[in-house]
């Protein structure tokens, strides 16, 4: 499977292309009600958490 490269926390990091951010938050082990995303500056309402793969935009 190819990776995509995402910058978490301002650390460089590379995860499966086609994961959702539910998935990569699970392999974090963190609860998605506990976090907020940010994407190119905004913060990204709760509901686009369960859908759309991570890296692809808007």
């Not at 499977?1 to 590379?14: F, P, V, Y």
Request: glycine share 10%.
């Amino acid at each position: 499977m190819s990776e995509i490269s995402i910058t978490l926390n301002g650390e460089a990091r590379k995860i499966p292309a086609g994961w959702t951010l539910i998935d990569l938050l699970a392999s974090l082990d963190r609860d998605p009600q506990t976090v907020a995303i940010e994407h190119t500056g905004e913060i990204v309402p709760r509901n686009p958490l369960h859908c759309g793969e991570a890296g692809r935009g808007r």
